[in-house]
């Protein structure tokens, strides 16, 4: 059996962009990854019990079938879709990464 991984992306949103930022996660950003084939679906979360002065804390999940699929997903799309996040949002936004398995 493979082993199940979450990317976590964990991105803090400036107020002035949160609203259409979420926008084109739900309708663009977020289907463009899992339409590489490289996860199953994603989830959208809100951190709560954070400080929010400076932004809105997302993150973001997307759930792969197995290690070797993140890992094409890293070596192949990974660089374009960072990119193009920061082509759109600039320097509104920060983010990074975290990998998580799956283990129940």
């Not at 950003?29 to 996860?39: D, E, K, N």
């Not at 997307?62 to 374009?80: G, I, K, M, P, W």
């Amino acid at each position: 059996m493979a082993t199940q991984i979450i990317y976590n992306v964990t991105s803090q949103v400036s107020h002035a962009i949160a609203d259409a930022w979420l926008q084109w996660m739900r309708s663009e950003h977020i289907p463009r990854i899992v339409a590489t084939g490289c996860f199953t679906h994603a989830a959208i979360l809100r951190l709560t019990e954070v400080d929010d002065t400076e932004g809105i804390t997302y993150a973001v999940q997307y759930h792969s079938e197995s290690r070797e699929l993140y890992n094409q997903y890293v070596t192949v799309f990974a660089v374009d879709h960072r990119q193009l996040a920061t082509d759109k949002w600039g320097e509104s936004f920060i983010a990074f990464n975290t990998v998580l398995q799956v283990v129940n």
